[in-house]
């Protein structure tokens, strides 16, 4: 108590006797006030990505007991690396593909939910169930559904005589990637439905009756007026499932641990093998520091797409 | 609670009393209540030797820090504490536990179990205590030979057997009948496709082919049926591309391709999927691990109770059968404080009379030979004690200290040769990988 009017009397007195002093109370107390976040966010994100960026600078190996400073030793390894360009091939190919595949059903799905119809909750709900299943679970069972014998997929193929014999969905380096894309795809267009839908329930009203009343039937009023006015939200929700997809693991690691012949290996997979299986933490963090710039990269080229389509709008 | 309620007391004396600083009564409340929490083991294991033993987690009728506690109670001088690692099926967990541990160099734990594929990374980072002095030529010859081996390190034991598994080969009594057992991958051919053809079985032989550790299990097996091997001993020369290896691994290609006794599947399969086709009664042979004969034997999980045989693996003309290596061993922790201590404990863990607990109550195969005549083992596992030929054959993957690094390059490799059918051209890159690897 006696302690806070002391401070007040100070306050009220210093801009006669120490000006200096008072700005920089005033100054410190929102900069004292953001310590604690400063301190949480920095040990917990900004330490750790320095400290692999560091790792990334030395040959650590847990096993040989080995912890030199090597330069750019192991990013001029991870060029000459086919594996890891190989992985970062799959990587981006299962992005854009699932990114793509999940933006252009999930638009679909909003579309149909924005309408009104009898039971329209209900299936807004039911719309989560995939997206809301442990990723390990939904592994699980696309092992079940395109197991190359017994995979209730290969009976529909072969009961509808689309295939004369089965497909060995995994066994094959054709099919196991786009398998699982398609399992990608399954479980997280509900995601983006759900974000889109959210987008166009801001778009207002008044906008589409006044494209009717000027005679745009719904086509038009979707190139003319929806499209252009969700584009930013759009963007957005790209950029986040695209960087979401870029880190995929569980599925790769559940259905073909990379193989086979590696046609699977992305790069979170690769990456474990080489942190947590050899315990090669120098290598392993290029690989995932290598893995931070590519996406880095893709935010930077999302955040100018998004920032030219809010400009565009805001015209 | 009676500990609570006398720390209390000392606290709330000393605070009435109002003399000793606040930091003293705090303290001294803080060793009371140190002292009674340690006060019953303390008293226990009075002038004891205390010994930390960290082992991954297994279990049956009995745990593993039963027999633990048995090792406590039937001797005074060591008290062993027992550390619960992850199950084995998170190996990989296990594995960086260990090492972390290991590599401060504290001593701690003093006595450890490890996969038969760390045991030379362990011992290349100087982390494993030879134990040649105390289990000499002589001690070592109670164990399977493939087992003294996987524990062998440059030339020195460093880890001391504990408890074996391996490939083997499960194959239909009723649908082979008079047919003896192949002994040769073309008599199992031959089978195979006759099972085939008359219509008795959907599939010939089923195996492992998914790019997973268990793919080098199966691989070391075809090979070493060929006579041919991945590493020489000497750690350093590698002969995956050798003719003797290239033949056994374009062999596992033409079960796929030439012969069709095996799906193309298995290219994606790892033990479960494959076992799966064969409890259902839908194969022939397949190759798979020990605990297959448990499911196989359950009405509730398998169409084939009854019909089931097991043998050694099969092996090519001028080879001989070959079963991969699996189990964990002991090991004694290089900078451990009671290296007495620690021997006593692990001589004690592996003698025949522990292996026979080991292997009666938790169902974990003695790697000492002379156990599987034990009678009460035939009384309570009888199975187990048929796996005896098997085991004889058990053969270590590539030992090196880095294994884990190869492993990686084998399962890439040979998951392409398998796809693609280049063998020789993937063996040959192969080995050019793993020579980079172990001579750096």
Same mark, same amino acid.
């Given at each position: 108590m006696s302690r806070s009017v002391a401070v007040g009397g100070a306050l009220r007195r210093a801009p006669l006797a120490f000006p200096i002093l008072l700005r920089m109370r005033i100054e410190a107390a929102p900069l004292l006030l953001l310590v604690p976040t400063a301190i949480s966010l920095g040990s917990v994100s900004v330490y750790p990505i320095l400290d692999g960026l560091w790792l990334s600078f030395r040959n650590t190996t847990l096993a040989t007991r080995q912890d030199r400073f090597v330069g750019w030793l192991n990013y001029r390894l991870l060029a000459g690396d086919p594996d890891f360009w190989r992985a970062w091939r799959h990587t981006l190919e299962f992005t854009a593909i699932s990114t793509l595949a999940e933006t252009a059903i999930g638009l679909a799905m909003a579309l149909l939910l924005v309408e009104w119809f009898v039971g329209r909750g209900l299936v807004r709900a039911a719309m989560l169930i995939p997206w809301a299943m442990p990723t390990v679970v939904t592994s699980k069972m696309f092992g079940w559904l395109f197991d190359g014998q017994n995979g209730l997929v290969n009976w529909l193929l072969r009961s509808l005589h689309l295939i004369s014999r089965n497909i060995d969905w995994y066994g094959s380096p054709h099919t196991a990637l786009p398998t699982i894309i398609f399992a990608d795809v399954w479980k997280t267009t509900p995601f983006m439905a759900l974000l889109l839908l959210a987008g166009l329930q801001t778009i207002p009203g008044s906008l589409l009756e006044a494209a009717r009343v000027d005679g745009a039937n719904a086509w038009q009023s979707f190139w003319r007026v929806r499209l252009p006015m969700l584009a930013p939200v759009l963007l957005i929700a790209a950029m986040f499932r695209a960087l979401d997809a870029f880190r995929i693991f569980d599925l790769v690691y559940v259905l @073909?641990?990379?193989? =086979? &012949?590696?046609? @699977?290996?992305v790069l979170s997979t690769l990456t474990y093998k080489t942190l947590f299986?050899?315990?090669e933490f120098g290598y392993g963090s290029a690989l995932s520091t290598a893995m931070f710039a590519t996406e880095a990269l893709m935010a930077l080229g999302f955040g100018i797409l998004i920032v030219r389509s809010m400009r565009r709008q805001a015209r | 609670m009676s500990k609570k309620e006398s720390v209390t007391a000392v606290g709330a004396d000393a605070l009435s009393g109002g003399r000793p600083g606040r930091r003293a009564v705090l303290g001294g409340a803080a060793l009371a209540g140190a002292g009674l929490l340690a006060g019953g083991r303390r008293a226990r294991a009075a002038g004891r030797t205390e010994l930390t033993f960290a082992s991954a987690k297994f279990f049956g009728k009995e745990t593993v820090a039963q027999v633990v506690e048995s090792y406590n109670a039937s001797q005074g001088r060591v008290h062993v504490s027992y550390v619960e690692l992850p199950p084995p099926s998170d190996s990989t967990d296990v594995h960086q536990l260990l090492v972390q541990q290991l590599a401060r160099r504290n001593g701690s734990p003093d006595v450890f179990t490890q996969d038969v594929i760390w045991i030379a990374e362990f011992a290349g980072a100087g982390w494993a205590l030879p134990l040649d002095q105390e289990f000499g030529a002589e001690a070592r010859k109670n164990y399977f030979p493939g087992v003294v081996q996987a524990c062998t390190w440059g030339g020195k034991l460093t880890a001391l057997p504990w408890f074996i598994d391996s490939g083997m080969l499960y194959y239909r009594t009723d649908i082979l009948g008079a047919t003896p057992v192949p002994e040769t991958w073309d008599e199992l051919v031959k089978i195979a496709q006759a099972a085939e053809k008359s219509g008795r079985a959907r599939f010939g032989f089923l195996w492992q082919g998914k790019q997973a550790e268990v793919l080098v299990c199966d691989l070391v097996e075809f090979v070493t049926s060929n006579g041919? &091997?991945?590493? &020489?001993p000497d750690g350093k020369t590698v002969l995956i591309d050798e003719p003797k290896s290239v033949a056994a691994v374009q062999f596992m290609r033409d079960t796929i391709?030439?012969?069709?006794? @095996? =799906?193309?599947d298995v290219l994606s399969w790892d033990e479960e999927p494959s076992r799966r086709p064969f409890t259902a009664g839908q194969a022939v042979f397949l190759r798979n691990w020990s605990y297959v004969w448990t499911i196989a034997q359950d009405p509730k999980a398998s169409s084939v109770v009854g019909k089931v045989g097991v043998a050694p693996l099969p092996h090519f003309p001028g080879g001989k059968s070959a079963a991969c290596l699996g189990g964990y061993q002991y090991g004694v922790n290089a900078? @451990?404080?009671?290296r007495d201590a620690a021997i006593d404990f692990v001589g004690w863990m592996s003698s025949p009379a522990t292996q026979l607990r080991f292997a009666t109550s938790l169902g974990l195969a003695p790697t000492r030979p002379a156990v599987f005549d034990d009678p009460a083992l035939a009384r309570s596992q009888p199975f187990m004690q048929r796996l005896k030929p098997v085991f004889l054959g058990a053969t270590p993957r590539p030992v090196t200290p880095k294994y884990a690094q190869v492993t990686l390059v084998l399962q890439s490799a040979v998951s392409r040769a398998l796809v693609d059918g280049n063998v020789k051209q993937a063996l040959a890159g192969a080995k050019q990988r793993i020579s980079a690897i172990v001579s750096s």
């Open positions: @073909t641990g990379g193989g =086979p &012949a590696d046609s @699977t290996e299986s050899a315990l | 041919g &091997a991945i590493l &020489a391709d030439r012969y069709k006794i @095996t =799906p193309e900078s @451990t404080k009671n």
